[in-house]
């Protein structure tokens, strides 16, 4: 079950299934929402201990520099749906050219908080200290750039970070 909230942790541990929290949309419940849920859990004919992973936006570049500037594209794609003025994913050039106001500093600086960001190294150690905190077993990453491209990358990045290797299957 995926949730943002205590209600959803309490739900996925009553009914004894696995419980994703979504990091990406609240990250400021996830230690309490795990923990709630690992304390709760029944063991049911699915699941006979608790599972947490952990969805996280993540935008992973060659340099930090890169990925904050790849990142504010998406963050102006999920200010400008909050203002009802979405029009898709911005590019880099146009997020980066905006002008904001004070509130929407804060809503970008609130996104920040949200998302694991960075080179290779930068996502490595947070993906790690994020794993530590709320014991999750697992993560599930979305990568959301204006560039395919882009987006193809960070993943590979993250594959290289992370001990993935490219398999023959």
Same mark, same amino acid.
């Given at each position: ?50 599972? #947490? ?35 898709? #994913? ?51 990453? #979305? ?17 290289? #970070? ?8």
């Amino acid at each position: 079950m995926l949730g943002s909230s205590l209600e959803s942790a309490s739900m996925a541990a009553e009914f004894g299934v696995p419980y994703s929290f979504a990091h990406f949309i609240n990250e400021a419940w996830a230690g309490e929402a795990i923990t709630l849920y690992r304390r709760i859990f029944r063991p049911s004919p699915w699941l006979e201990e608790p599972r #947490v992973s952990v969805g996280v936006s993540v935008i992973c570049a060659d340099t930090d520099e890169r990925a904050e500037e790849l990142a504010m594209s998406r963050w102006m794609w999920r200010l400008r749906n909050r203002q009802g003025r979405s029009y898709g #994913v911005p590019s880099v050039e146009s997020a980066l050219a905006e002008e904001l106001n004070e509130a929407e500093r804060e809503y970008i600086d609130f996104q920040r908080k949200n998302a694991l960001v960075g080179g290779p190294e930068r996502v490595k150690e947070r993906m790690e200290a994020l794993a530590a905190e709320l014991k999750a077993d697992e993560f599930i990453v #979305v990568t959301i750039t204006y560039d395919f491209a882009d987006r193809l990358r960070s993943y590979e990045l993250l594959a290289e #970070v992370v001990g993935l290797e490219e398999r023959d299957e």
